[in-house]
């Protein structure tokens, strides 16, 4: 068996997924990058090729059980243990909640929600069998406080914290550890990226102007985002933390709001996010 460890990270094609990847490649893990179409693969392959590294692109659609289970197989197969599943796969749904019909909010939760349950759930009995492992799951700042325009990502992530929180129980005694990063706001195509619910591009929207404010709020924020590089750096730290804490803030804008909410009423925090809103 490999001395070297193996990591398997979902959403590899682009963004915070892609530095991932690359950075535990860079480090010596034998890193899987999973994507939905691995046709997106050529400028994460050609990086590893012309440096060397330890990755492989493979398919695997967080969202279909079937293509999961032959992923994580083909892995195991190949390098007999998984060491760290991230748990990245996600986008960004945006639009006031009446204006979200229910069918895009599944969507959202299939991808973001339920995709994170079937990878963990297909390399848990591997992890156990090891005794060892860490799953580190893709949260966000917004799966610390909700922010308008914003409900259906928002209480994805929540989803996610309360998922890992409760898991890290029944994991420990395993010797499989729990990890949540969360990062603020990050210089990637992520919003480009997002889905805008149906509703929210009609003009007669009630909450067409609010939308239209908060995606120039959006914006502005982005220009000072951090860089992807910087969550790669927080998931290898964490991963390699001798002093295993739960959660990791990744991004300096969440460190700080994340201060004030732990200092504040809950009404005062709600103010203070209305103004950064508006």
Known sequence: MS??????VTGSSSGIGFE???????????????MRDLQKRSILKSI??????????????????????QAIETIVKESNKIDVL?????????GALEDLSINEIKIQFDTNFFGLIRATQAVLPIMRKQKSGAIVNISSGLG??????SSAYASSKFAIEGLTESISYELEPF??????VEPGIIKTNFIKAAVLAQKSTDPNSPYFQFMNNMEDGMKKLIESGEKPEYVARVVLD??????????????KDVEQIMEIKNKVSDEDFHNMIKKMSS
């Open 238 to 251: 964490a991963i390699n933390d001798n002093n295993p804490k739960l959660r990791y803030l990744a991004g």
């Open 175 to 180: 010797g499989i550890r729990t990890i949540l």
């Open 20 to 34: 991932i990847s690359l950075m535990l490649a860079r480090h010596g893990f034998i890193t899987y990058a999973t």
């Open 3 to 8: 001395e070297q460890r193996v990591a398997v």
């Open 144 to 149: 610390r406080f909700g922010i308008a325009t």
């Open 48 to 69: 590893a090729d012309k440096e060397n590294i330890p990755l492989k692109c493979i398919q695997l659609d967080v969202t279909n059980d079937i293509s999961t289970k």
């Open 86 to 94: 991230v748990n990245n796969a996600g986008y960004g749904l945006s």
